[in-house]
């Protein structure tokens, strides 16, 4: 686990708890590391969990398909951040996503009952690791309204725009990346994406935009 410590110190998870303290966590939580290749189902929707997992290297996938195998892409998962955790604090709530991996990935599972009730140590981190937790379902459900944003536009000009515009704001900057490749947009925004690729184009021709690959500049 120690190659992993720079990027345990830097998830929000563990925002404000001490690199001592970390290993007793771990211990504390019952975390697994597991090692995984790509492709791979880590959770499947249907399924119920009552672990979370963190990503420490490699990349995971949160999406949907619907019964005619259309798929909805919620979010493309890096190091140092967590999938499934609203549904592993939920009591008894199955999955209405699934999880794969994009890479060969290591992934760290960690047991939420553990998260939410403290030990009999009473260890002084727990206070910290709970309100962490607060936060970072806070954020995802934010993200999670601004999809809706997102998705809910008319056209697919309008929710192009509307998904770059929001992550020039997130970067603050006009020139920024984005997480997903021509596909993978394409299902985040729910459009088909030859059209994708046309509007997009489109709207370089018209020079509001310059991009290469998932780099993007709004002019």
Known sequence: MERYLDILKS?????????SDLQPLLSCLGAKLIHTEKNRIVFRSGEKTQSFGMVLSGRVQVYQDDYYGNRSIFANIGPGHLFGESFACADDEPLLVSIVTTAESDLLLIDCLRLAS???????FHRQLVHNMLN????????????????????????????????????????????????ELADYLAVDRSGLSVELCKLREEGMLKFEKNKFELM
């Open 11 to 19: 998830s929000p998870l563990f925002d404000e708890i001490a690199e």
């Open 118 to 124: 403290p030990c009999a140590n009473a260890c002084d």
């Open 136 to 183: 970072i379902i806070a954020r995802k459900n934010i993200l999670l309204t601004q999809k809706i944003e997102h998705t809910s536009k008319r056209t697919t000009r309008e929710k192009v725009l509307a998904y770059l515009s929001s992550q020039a704001r997130a970067a603050e900057s006009s020139r920024f990346s984005i997480p997903f490749n021509r596909q």
